[in-house]
């Protein structure tokens, strides 16, 4: 069904006509609060016990991110999704279909989905199921995700942002939004003590997406993925400014220079300079710079454009060496070719903004879909491209913890019932979020505008009001014929994305209320087997996620560390949770009388070693050895700390090299005089409640009458 141009969100429809799905994205003001606009992050930051210190603008921009996410609370928002204005090699792009200013929230707040089965750089040896991955996740330090081991904060974390996360484009150096980051943990209000949906949905939640510029309506949303991504993959434009540059060069001083020079001789038409430009444009080998070249113009336009840049330059004194300004032709073009007309937007799509998050009237299951507005029976209520893995989902998306020493204090228990003796297995958090089939190898993770939040109502009970089903026509992200390949073809095919869902309403659905969709029958027994089984795991009532326990947390306004840290000694009759561990930088040095001392660190890296508290002192100035012994003159706390030390030491410091002597990798020593904000309170890796023994985990089952017959390869030999 097809809806007014007051939707904002919409992909392509078809691979002829380049029709597009629109949609907007809305949220209640009453949502607000609810995603934590007052923990938007300021930028993406690896450490952000010191992020604020040194930067007093960061709070402006924090001030101007919650504006702006007011503004997209205040007003409707209009996106859609079509084929991309890179050309050929790229897929889908997400455009605007009204004017967006400066820090304005681009979309709903969509959900973050850690991948522990995809660690960053690394895949199942000698699969190729699983790399498709590749194209739609990023690094986790984008959505503030944990990390998965205490000593080194960044290292080996990937995430899965459905939505704009996946389906924005790039153009580097050209980017006009910051695609989804930052995240809020909340779960929903379960806790493993209790509730056995505990760890069966992603507890990251309110990733954003904002404007770093004012953009223009249906002007294409781009991101940046990075110097190294983009240039990597064939074919595909590349605008680093660099690059440009190059292309600007060649444009003006060599291609433009060389029609001037001949502009006199007859054998130079307009149809033959046209030709050159076709030639330059589709140059056979690979060029870089030949990428940017504008496409879909022609040259006599192209021309006019470099003739008003010459004239502008000759009239400003700008050289060619400078020419990323008004002076740019190439980046002109890439900037106006990046905009579609509203009408064309408004004509070739389907609605895709029916849904919006919130907190789902499932007890267990934490967050849910919405309708926006009144949906007749048959609407298309969501679309989703599909992720695919062919043959090895199952080898792809299982996980192996391995042991730890601090098990005991998480809740994992290996099978034979000691803790953190051997690894353990199970399946990743995505499962949940993907489709399979009992009699099929082939499993289907889709991403799209906030269908990832739709949860299982079964048909008999008439909860579920929509369905999946297949386009019926060709799209950039469906391809019919793949219904009729084996497997095989699936998971040789790790380069597109070839398969997509449509959701439709089965009944008329009215505003506000809640989505569902049948998971299947083996879903539903699966599940129920879950609830009657399930046990918490040892010490669970104690667990306390350090993002619920707000003094733990200890941030002021600013962000800074303001928490009084308790002491070994204050630790035995007031302990923090099990989860929790205090951290420092491994930074010292050796006095003169052969005691530590805090080093201030210069270079401030991922890296931390276990440390405890043992003592507060106050002193008259962190750089005063005095001891302030009188209360009422202001003072300065500093710590005296056990720090663990020993392998550790390869991460130090230059200026730390007299300390080698220390001992081994289980050696502490006690270094003082350390400031309150180079100790960082962490939930200790793999603690978080998705990682659990205990927790679900059964992908949605793809209904019979949609289920391909190509792909019925028999029964997996492990059932989920």
């Given at each position: 069904?097809?809806?007014?141009?007051?939707?904002?969100?919409?992909?392509?429809?078809?691979?002829?006509?380049?029709?597009?799905?629109?949609?907007?994205?809305?949220?209640?003001?009453?949502?607000?609060?609810?995603?934590?606009?007052?923990?938007?992050?300021?930028?993406?930051?690896?450490?952000?016990?010191?992020?604020?210190?040194?930067?007093?603008?960061?709070?402006?921009?924090?001030?101007?991110?919650?504006?702006?996410?007011?503004?997209?609370?205040?007003?409707?928002?209009?996106?859609?999704?079509?084929?991309?204005?890179?050309?050929?090699?790229?897929?889908?792009?997400?455009?605007?279909?009204?004017?967006?200013?400066?820090?304005?929230?681009?979309?709903?707040?969509?959900?973050?989905?850690?991948?522990?089965?995809?660690?960053?750089?690394?895949?199942?040896?000698?699969?190729?199921?699983?790399?498709?991955?590749?194209?739609?996740?990023?690094?986790?330090?984008?959505?503030?995700?944990?990390?998965?081991?205490?000593?080194?904060?960044?290292?080996?974390?990937?995430?899965?942002?459905?939505?704009?996360?996946?389906?924005?484009?790039?153009?580097?150096?050209?980017?006009?939004?910051?695609?989804?980051?930052?995240?809020?943990?909340?779960?929903?209000?379960?806790?493993?003590?209790?509730?056995?949906?505990?760890?069966?949905?992603?507890?990251?939640?309110?990733?954003?997406?904002?404007?770093?510029?004012?953009?223009?309506?249906?002007?294409?949303?781009?991101?940046?993925?990075?110097?190294?991504?983009?240039?990597?993959?064939?074919?595909?434009?590349?605008?680093?400014?660099?690059?440009?540059?190059?292309?600007?060069?060649?444009?003006?001083?060599?291609?433009?220079?060389?029609?001037?020079?001949?502009?006199?001789?007859?054998?130079?038409?307009?149809?033959?300079?046209?030709?050159?430009?076709?030639?330059?444009?589709?140059?056979?080998?690979?060029?870089?710079?030949?990428?940017?070249?504008?496409?879909?113009?022609?040259?006599?336009?192209?021309?006019?454009?470099?003739?008003?840049?010459?004239?502008?330059?000759?009239?400003?004194?700008?050289?060619?060496?400078?020419?990323?300004?008004?002076?740019?032709?190439?980046?002109?073009?890439?900037?106006?070719?990046?905009?579609?007309?509203?009408?064309?937007?408004?004509?070739?799509?389907?609605?895709?903004?029916?849904?919006?998050?919130?907190?789902?009237?499932?007890?267990?299951?934490?967050?849910?879909?919405?309708?926006?507005?009144?949906?007749?029976?048959?609407?298309?209520?969501?679309?989703?491209?599909?992720?695919?893995?062919?043959?090895?989902?199952?080898?792809?998306?299982?996980?192996?913890?391995?042991?730890?020493?601090?098990?005991?204090?998480?809740?994992?228990?290996?099978?034979?019932?000691?803790?953190?003796?051997?690894?353990?297995?199970?399946?990743?958090?995505?499962?949940?979020?993907?489709?399979?089939?009992?009699?099929?190898?082939?499993?289907?993770?889709?991403?799209?505008?906030?269908?990832?939040?739709?949860?299982?109502?079964?048909?008999?009970?008439?909860?579920?009001?929509?369905?999946?089903?297949?386009?019926?026509?060709?799209?950039?992200?469906?391809?019919?014929?793949?219904?009729?390949?084996?497997?095989?073809?699936?998971?040789?095919?790790?380069?597109?994305?070839?398969?997509?869902?449509?959701?439709?309403?089965?009944?008329?659905?009215?505003?506000?209320?809640?989505?569902?969709?049948?998971?299947?029958?083996?879903?539903?027994?699966?599940?129920?087997?879950?609830?009657?089984?399930?046990?918490?795991?040892?010490?669970?009532?104690?667990?306390?996620?350090?993002?619920?326990?707000?003094?733990?947390?200890?941030?002021?306004?600013?962000?800074?560390?303001?928490?009084?840290?308790?002491?070994?000694?204050?630790?035995?009759?007031?302990?923090?949770?099990?989860?929790?561990?205090?951290?420092?930088?491994?930074?010292?040095?050796?006095?003169?009388?052969?005691?530590?001392?805090?080093?201030?660190?210069?270079?401030?890296?991922?890296?931390?070693?276990?440390?405890?508290?043992?003592?507060?002192?106050?002193?008259?100035?962190?750089?005063?050895?005095?001891?302030?012994?009188?209360?009422?003159?202001?003072?300065?706390?500093?710590?005296?700390?056990?720090?663990?030390?020993?392998?550790?030491?390869?991460?130090?410091?230059?200026?730390?090299?007299?300390?080698?002597?220390?001992?081994?990798?289980?050696?502490?020593?006690?270094?003082?005089?350390v400031p309150r904000e180079e100790i960082f309170v962490y939930d200790r890796a793999f603690s978080a409640d998705w990682h659990l023994p205990n927790?679900?985990?059964?992908?949605?089952?793809?209904?019979?009458?949609?289920?391909?017959?190509?792909?019925?390869?028999?029964?997996?030999?492990?059932?989920?």
């Amino acid at each position: 069904m097809r809806h007014s141009l007051d939707h904002s969100f919409g992909l392509q429809r078809t691979a002829s006509d380049r029709d597009a799905l629109e949609g907007k994205l809305e949220v209640e003001a009453a949502a607000a609060a609810a995603h934590g606009v007052s923990r938007i992050p300021v930028e993406k930051q690896h450490d952000k016990a010191c992020d604020d210190n040194s930067d007093p603008s960061l709070e402006m921009k924090k001030a101007r991110r919650i504006i702006g996410f007011a503004r997209f609370m205040a007003k409707t928002r209009q996106r859609y999704c079509v084929l991309s204005t890179l050309g050929k090699d790229t897929n889908l792009g997400i455009y605007t279909g009204k004017a967006l200013r400066t820090d304005d929230v681009v979309n709903f707040p969509e959900i973050a989905i850690p991948l522990l089965f995809r660690e960053w750089g690394e895949h199942v040896e000698g699969v190729a199921d699983g790399t498709l991955w590749d194209r739609y996740i990023w690094e986790g330090e984008v959505a503030d995700l944990e990390t998965y081991t205490d000593r080194n904060r960044i290292d080996n974390r990937a995430v899965f942002v459905p939505g704009v996360g996946c389906t924005v484009n790039s153009v580097l150096d050209m980017n006009n939004i910051e695609s989804t980051h930052g995240s809020t943990y909340d779960t929903a209000g379960l806790h493993r003590s209790r509730d056995p949906g505990t760890g069966a949905f992603s507890p990251y939640h309110s990733a954003l997406t904002t404007a770093v510029t004012d953009i223009a309506p249906g002007a294409e949303l781009f991101a940046s993925y990075g110097d190294y991504w983009v240039p990597s993959i064939p074919g595909v434009q590349v605008t680093l400014d660099e690059v440009l540059d190059v292309t600007e060069d060649f444009l003006q001083n060599d291609l433009y220079e060389f029609v001037q020079s001949h502009r006199d001789a007859d054998a130079l038409t307009p149809d033959v300079k046209e030709a050159l430009f076709a030639f330059v444009k589709d140059f056979p080998l690979p060029n870089q710079p030949f990428s940017n070249l504008p496409r879909n113009v022609p040259w006599a336009d192209v021309e006019r454009a470099i003739h008003k840049a010459v004239t502008h330059r000759k009239h400003t004194d700008t050289t060619t060496d400078n020419v990323s300004g008004e002076s740019s032709v190439a980046r002109q073009f890439i900037r106006e070719q990046s905009i579609r007309d509203l009408a064309w937007l408004d004509e070739h799509g389907y609605c895709q903004d029916h849904l919006r998050p919130g907190r789902s009237t499932l007890p267990q299951a934490g967050r849910g879909a919405f309708a926006t507005r009144n949906l007749p029976a048959g609407s298309v209520v969501g679309y989703a491209p599909l992720i695919h893995i062919g043959l090895h989902g199952r080898e792809v998306l299982r996980i192996t913890y391995p042991p730890s020493e601090h098990d005991h204090h998480v809740g994992n228990v290996d099978i034979d019932g000691e803790n953190g003796t051997t690894p353990r297995t199970n399946y990743d958090l995505v499962l949940n979020y993907s489709f399979a089939h009992r009699n099929s190898t082939v499993i289907l993770t889709p991403y799209g505008g906030m269908v990832n939040y739709i949860n299982h109502g079964s048909t008999t009970s008439g909860r579920a009001n929509v369905q999946v089903r297949w386009p019926d026509k060709s799209l950039i992200a469906h391809v019919p014929s793949w219904l009729e390949q084996d497997p095989i073809f699936l998971s040789e095919t790790v380069e597109k994305i070839g398969l997509s869902f449509e959701y439709v309403a089965l009944r008329d659905i009215s505003e506000g209320e809640e989505v569902f969709m049948d998971y299947g029958p083996e879903w539903e027994q699966a599940w129920q087997t879950h609830v009657e089984q399930w046990q918490p795991v040892p010490d669970a009532e104690r667990y306390q996620h350090t993002s619920e326990w707000k003094d733990l947390i200890g941030k002021d306004e600013r962000g800074d560390s303001n928490m009084v840290l308790r002491t070994m000694e204050e630790l035995e009759s007031n302990p923090y949770p099990p989860n929790v561990v205090t951290m420092c930088r491994d930074s010292y040095r050796v006095t003169q009388a052969g005691t530590f001392e805090w080093l201030p660190v210069l270079r401030q890296g991922h890296e931390r070693v276990y440390c405890n508290v043992l003592e507060r002192k106050q002193y008259k100035s962190e750089a005063d050895d005095s001891v302030a012994n009188d209360e009422s003159n202001p003072s300065v706390t500093l710590y005296v700390v056990a720090m663990q030390v020993g392998s550790a030491r390869d991460n130090r410091v230059e200026e730390r090299s007299d300390a080698d002597e220390v001992g081994d990798a289980d050696e502490w020593i006690v270094v003082e005089r350390v400031p309150r904000e180079e100790i960082f309170v962490y939930d200790r890796a793999f603690s978080a409640d998705w990682h659990l023994p205990n927790v679900f985990r059964h992908p949605m089952m793809i209904p019979d009458y949609v289920m391909p017959l190509a792909w019925m390869n028999g029964p997996p030999e492990d059932a989920f």
